[in-house]
């Protein structure tokens, strides 16, 4: 059990250190020559967690289906 909430709790904090760090953009003059960009395309993130958390819905719901058939049959 110890290692399970380690690893979930160590990829929250990799996920929102990375997000803290995407998040804070330091003020760039016109004069710059480079340019900050992201870690990660968060727009990107959003859409993939939809899809899978839409997934996971219709994973679950064949499940609950399934079980039920088996209890009640």
């Known amino acids: ?13 990799t996920i929102g250190g990375t997000y803290i760090y995407d998040s804070y ?3 760039t003059t ?5 340019v900050t960009k992201p870690l990660v395309n968060w727009d ?9 958390g ?3 819905s219709e994973m ?5 289906d399934e079980w039920n058939k088996r209890v009640s049959g």
């Open 25 to 27: 953009q330091p003020p």
């Open 60 to 64: 679950t719901a064949r499940v609950r």
């Open 1 to 13: 059990m110890r290692t399970f909430f380690g690893m979930i709790l160590g990829a929250a904090l």
């Open 44 to 52: 990107v993130v959003s859409v993939k967690a939809k899809i899978v």
């Open 30 to 34: 016109s004069t710059e020559a480079t």
């Open 54 to 56: 839409q997934e996971l």
